[in-house]
């Protein structure tokens, strides 16, 4: 109750030296604007009054030069600075400033007086031209000039001392104002530091608290996504030997085959010279497709993480571990890859194509029409932009945006099951090409027929690599 109550003071003494804060901001505005907008009426005044003399003088050169030299292009000057001082001195007179610059201009220096008689005297030469004119005017600009003078440095001490009291206000408010932080730093801070420093103990406490939990929680992530990284490489290496071991029965059984025949007829004894040249010929190269099998899997397995390839090839790769399938399938996949060259980890990156490749190919599992997979590969700008699409009909709308979440897995008519697969191909991408992956559902238009399908995109940055790796790459 006694904090409560404390509180409540404190938010009373605040709002009263908030207020008295919000006085002198209000107080230091007014007076900042009243000295601006003085200052600026009497820079304006002075500086006509200043041109009052200019005008004057040049009047009398220019009435000066018509008289001598005849040409009314000078009367006209004349004529043009005679309408400008007037107009410039109704200005002066509509806006005194005090009654002091009234006083000089109609009693004391009688300035008003001089000045229309000036005017008067212009328009008699005007007029009639004529030398005695003329030197009326010259004597009633001599006259005139040192009065105007005057009035300039009256307008100039009145503006200084407006000024001075402009600033002993300004002083005021400071002092007022420090006054006022002063107070408040009494009243306000010290109490709020101390109230301040309990709940920071109070925060550290739940801070670390909540700490703990959080890094427990970060550790579980941790060891759950080393879990599914592990689960997925497990299940993509399985997935690679089983369509493996596809293609590797396929020149065994040809092997075998070939042997068997050779046997019978050796057996029956009609065994030719040219039957055993065929058959060991037929065995060689099934030998040598089972090697170069065999060898491709190894260099996957052994692949250099930063070795220099062109995405073409990490397309083949992926399409020799799946090709058992997609053939089997009678899907066609239709590629267009730009000639690039890349050098971050190459059996990551297969990985990755290869769960995309392997979904759509098992999205079209069910397709009895047209089955196509679409590759395309671009630059542009620093990105590099992979984007693998089928035509199986796109993904069910509710679950497109789970695709990627960890243990995912759904099937139904118009979908294929999708699991860690994406979710670890995500997590590579992310963390170590910092790049990123989408999904969306594509309406698009092949050899004159319309297609709806699953477009995945991946995004990787530009990576800077040996010049000479191919004359004929574009080298990011």
């Known amino acids: ?14 709002s009263i030296v908030f207020l008295s804060l919000v006085f002198w901001a209000f107080f230091a505005f007014t007076t900042m604007n009243q000295m601006i907008s003085t200052q600026k009426k009497y820079a304006k005044i002075i500086n006509i009054t200043g041109k009052q003399r200019m005008l004057s003088q040049r009047i009398v050169l220019m009435a000066k030069f018509y008289y001598e030299e005849n040409d009314i292009y000078y009367l006209d ?59 009326n005017l010259e004597t009633y600009s001599n006259i005139l000039l040192p009065k105007l003078d005057y009035a300039v440095k009256s307008y100039e001490k ?21 006054l006022t932080l002063l107070l408040e730093a ?56 089983n369509n493996i071991s596809h293609q590797l029965r396929q020149p065994l059984s040809v092997i075998s085959t070939v042997i068997s025949r050779l046997k019978l007829k050796k057996r029956n004894d ?21 090697s170069n099998l065999i060898e491709e899997l190894r260099s996957f397995f052994n692949e250099n993480e930063n070795k220099y390839y062109t995405f073409k090839e990490a397309i083949d790769r992926v399409k020799l571990f799946l090709s058992h399938k997609y053939i089997d399938k009678r899907i066609e996949i239709i590629e267009e890859i730009q000639n690039v060259s890349y050098n971050k980890d190459f059996s990551k990156l297969v990985q990755i194509i290869f769960n995309i490749l392997n979904n759509s190919i098992d999205a079209l599992e069910h397709k009895l029409s047209k089955k196509y997979i679409f590759i395309n590969i671009k630059t542009k700008n620093d990105l590099v932009f992979i984007q693998i699409k089928d035509n199986a009909g796109g993904i069910a709308e509710n679950i497109i945006n789970k695709v990627f979440e960890p243990y995912f897995t759904t099937k139904n008519k118009d979908y294929i099951e999708r699991g860690i697969g994406l979710y670890s191909s995500r997590q590579t991408i992310e963390t170590i090409f910092k790049g990123k992956i989408m999904v969306s559902n594509e309406t698009y238009s092949y050899k004159n027929k319309n297609y709806i399908g699953a477009c995945f995109t991946v995004v990787l940055p530009k990576i800077v690599t040996e010049e000479d790796y191919s004359s004929s790459s574009v080298i990011l």
């Open 1 to 14: 109750m006694l904090k409560i109550k404390s509180l409540k003071n404190l938010y009373i003494t605040y």
């Open 77 to 135: 000057e004349t004529m043009k600075l005679l309408y400008e001082m007037k107009e410039d001195y109704k200005f002066i007179t509509s806006n005194f400033t005090s009654k002091n610059i009234k006083n000089i201009y109609y009693t004391e220096k009688q300035i008003n007086l001089f000045t229309k008689s000036f005017f008067r005297i212009i328009q008699s030469y005007i007029k009639n031209p004529q030398k005695n004119n003329l030197q």
């Open 158 to 178: 009145e503006s200084d001392n407006s000024i001075e009291k402009l600033k002993k206000r300004e002083l005021f408010i400071l002092l007022g104002t420090l």
């Open 186 to 241: 009494i009243l306000i801070v010290l109490p709020s530091i101390s109230f301040n420093k309990e709940k920071e103990a109070q925060l550290k406490k739940l801070n670390r608290q909540l700490k703990e939990k959080i890094d427990i929680e970060i550790n579980k992530n941790k060891a759950r996504d080393l879990i599914i990284l592990e689960q997925s490489k497990k299940s993509t290496m399985q997935e690679i030997i």
């Open 270 to 290: 009609v065994i030719t010279l040219k039957d055993l040249d065929s058959t060991i010929n037929i065995a060689l190269n099934n030998c040598n497709s089972l």
